[in-house]
């Protein structure tokens, strides 16, 4: 396809002039230079403003560049709407807009409804020339906006920024191709289907925003009463209000409901216990508190809570054909998959994150390049000043009897002896600390490393009680995890050396022993309340860090800079 630069506003004017001169006296001349000439002008203006005064967002600086680039192709002419009626691109181009909440996207940020009405009104009467090449600049605007939206999401930056962009994308030539093919009906579906995240995640969540919006819809959904904790076994008063909604959710058959009465036991209790275990709530079977508050949550609620997942999937740049780890910060879980993996994580485990009050595990995407058995425990800075020297002052045997050492430059041991003088050093950062390698090390026996800003690992721990818990934010930042040995053999699955009984050598072995991996893996610590399951039904969970609430008024403030 030949490209042509649009001319200049002066080279316009001339041109015209031309035209009028070359037509005799008396002669009008033709309408089709004259609009071809207000349509240029108007495209120009709105496309030099980097503004469009019909959008509800009316800055297009982002993707001026884009619109520019089509109309330049066309040497200026309209691209949606030059004849009546409208060409059937322009139509499809409007109803992949007015789809937008299928991917859990606002119709309204892409003037889907204005662009709707101002067709229909550009094919029912006739229109200047100015005002349809608006609607026409409006149309690429909000289009060119939905694809990139599909494609990166709506923040700009997002936490996941700095992992690097995705491979950059021909909108202009996409949409160009589109529009000029027979079937652009077909083409700009398709365009949609190839630009929004190719995750197997991605698809199941927009089948169940599609279920949950039914829910939220439906009127019999009555929030359950308040009252005492109610045991299995129990009498409850609002028993079908709750057989109703567990059906409706699907964690009860309808078959399976019980016979009339109100007494709560059988296949209800077994069935929220599969929703507790949906909300990652101790499965009891008790009716407490916070099962009544996750039962009683506005479905609206859930709703926005998928929609702010697809949002976060699509900050996650292509990973490829590689096996890759995912650890879900509000799941408190570890999840890890082979590549093009349809049925599900090969390996799942529990995990701890850090406090949501002061010491977050951030959000990233990283590469895990080795993992370490037997490591030592650099404690950290901040570590040290908060919490290991105020022990030591109370109790300079302290280090001893956690097996931790101090060192200095090129870690020379200096001992585990604390007298005022190395308190002083410590203090001064000329010193630090750090806990030998072994079964009570804070790291556990096994450490994996994907180097990042934050400093932040996945290690082993000997804490293993807090794996039994609900709520399992307790770390400095870095995450724990319950089965290290397990994600070693994973992890170390191309290297054949490493086969179990050498991982145990290692583990048993008396210093630090570091393992390469062939091919690093990607990690995405991630974080999303939201989860569809292999099963088809959802998992939710609590927002611990209140990002769901902040991404949601980023949302509304619109869209980022460019």
Sequence with gaps: MLLFMAPSHRTRRLLLLLLLVAIPIGIPAPAGAQDSLVAADTVQALVASARHPWARWPDFARHV??????????????????????????????????????????????DAATLDSLSRRLELSPTGMAERARFDVLLTVDLVRYLDDLRLGRLHPNPLSAAGDAPPADLAGFI???????????????????????????????????????????????????GPPVHPGEPYAALAKLRHTLIALGDLALDSAGAPGDLYE????????????????????????????????????????IELALERLRWVPP??????????????????????AAGGPSLTMRVVVGRALDQRTPVLLEELRYVEFRPY?????????????????????????????????????????????????????????????????????????????????????????????ARRDFSHGCIRLEEPMALAQWVLDDRPEWSPER??????????????????????????????????????YSDVYKLDRKLVEALRAGPGPP
């Design 377 to 469: 425990w650099n404690v950290p800075r901040s570590i040290l000043v908060k919490e290991i020297i105020p022990r030591l002052q109370r109790d300079p045997g302290y280090l001893s009897a956690n097996q931790m050492e101090i060192v200095g430059a090129k870690d020379r041991v200096v001992g585990d002896e604390v007298t005022p003088a190395v308190l002083a050093r410590l203090q001064g950062g000329e010193l630090r600390v750090r806990q030998r390698p072994g079964p009570a090390n804070a790291l556990g026996l096994v450490k994996f490393v994907f180097p990042n800003a934050a400093d932040v690992y996945m290690h082993g721990t000997p804490q293993t009680e807090l794996f039994a818990r």
């Design 176 to 226: 160009a191709g589109a529009v000029a093919g027979d079937r652009a009906s077909d083409s700009l579906a398709g365009l949609v289907a190839a630009l929004q995240p190719q995750f197997t995640q991605y698809r199941d969540l927009r089948a169940l925003l599609a279920r949950y919006r039914t829910l939220a819809a439906d009127s019999t959904l009555v929030p359950l009463p308040a």
């Design 319 to 340: 990973i490829g054909g590689r096996r890759f780890l995912v650890v879900n910060i509000p799941a408190f879980q570890l999840l890890a998959f082979e590549p093009e």
């Design 65 to 110: 560049d884009v619109v520019k680039r089509l109309y330049d192709q066309r040497a200026g002419a309209l691209l949606w709407s030059d004849g009546i009626p409208l060409p059937s691109a322009a139509r499809a181009a409007i109803a992949q807009l007015l789809a937008a909440s299928d991917h859990g996207l606002d119709p309204r940020d892409y």
């Design 266 to 305: 059988g296949a209800t209790a077994a069935a929220v216990r599969r929703f507790q275990q949906r909300h990652a709530l101790e499965p009891d079977g008790i009716l407490g508190r916070q099962t009544r508050e996750a039962l009683n949550t506005p479905l609206a609620h859930r709703v926005e809570q």
């Design 503 to 540: 991982i145990d050598s290692a583990l048993a072995g008396p210093g630090t022993t570091r393992v390469l991996l062939v091919r690093p893996m990607p990690v995405l610590v991630f974080y999303t309340t939201a989860v569809a399951r292999a099963d088809g039904s959802a998992s939710f």
